[in-house]
T-cell receptor, first 122, second 106 residues
């Protein structure tokens, strides 16, 4: 069964770049699925950031204004999120998730990683 | 962007009650609607996909219905372990968007 695990620094300074990795176990990330990042500010709702598929340009939520980059490292079976010029508003739990086969980027998320809390503070 | 509106935002019910949560889309999304359950300090878990398909392993007490702009998630008999926040999500178009959540207390 596929397992996802987020990893990151925990604390990022304002104006710097947030970097997170999602390591996927027991499943190849090149196996035809889309992989997504979603975030949840403390006590608030869920926000889709974007998703990626091996060999296809990523999809991003326009509201991030070009600050987001999602990429894959197939040698490590990981995909990554970079969010530049962070502010306190980017403090959130960041989740990675898998989308189902043959549905493209417009689908549901299952399963999810446990999440990584990222705090933006000086 | 498609806006998703859930109601109520909070509900309190008793064990054994039938509970219904509503999700409304700002435009027609066909059956491209999914439901998640999020327990305290945990990642969301998929319950229902494509409006009415029960995800494997999810109790049959959960069901989903609707199409177009109006959708419902029903818990036929509320159990203590159903204490959670429930979110809808549209998968009709990008950016994928979520409802604001419904917190269910027992």
């Amino acid at each position: 069964q596929v397992h996802l695990q987020e990893s990151g620094p925990g604390l990022v300074k304002p104006s710097e770049t947030l970097s997170l990795n999602c390591t996927v176990s027991d499943f190849s990330i090149t196996n035809g699925h889309y992989w997504a990042w979603i975030r949840q500010p403390p006590g608030k709702g869920l926000e889709w950031i974007g998703c990626i598929h091996h060999g296809v340009s990523p999809y991003y939520t326009p509201s991030f204004g070009g600050r987001v980059t999602i990429s894959m490292d197939t040698s490590k079976n990981q995909f990554s999120l970079k969010l530049s010029s962070v502010t306190a508003a980017d403090t959130a739990i960041y989740y990675c998730a898998k989308l189902p086969m043959l549905r493209g980027p417009r689908a549901w998320f299952d399963p999810w990683g446990p999440g990584a809390l990222i705090i933006v503070s000086s | 962007d498609i806006q998703m509106t859930q109601s109520p935002s909070y509900l309190s019910a008793s064990v054994g009650d039938r509970v219904t949560i509503t999700c409304r889309a700002s435009q027609s999304i066909g059956s491209h609607l999914n439901w998640y359950q999020q327990k305290s300090r945990k990642a969301p878990k998929l319950l229902i996909y494509a409006a009415s398909s029960l995800q494997s392993g999810v109790p049959s007490s959960f069901s989903g219905s609707g199409s177009g702009t109006d959708f419902t998630l029903t818990i036929s008999s509320l159990q203590p372990e159903d204490l959670a926040t429930y979110y809808c999500q549209q998968s009709y178009s990008t950016p994928l968007t979520f409802g604001g959540g419904t917190r269910v207390e027992i």
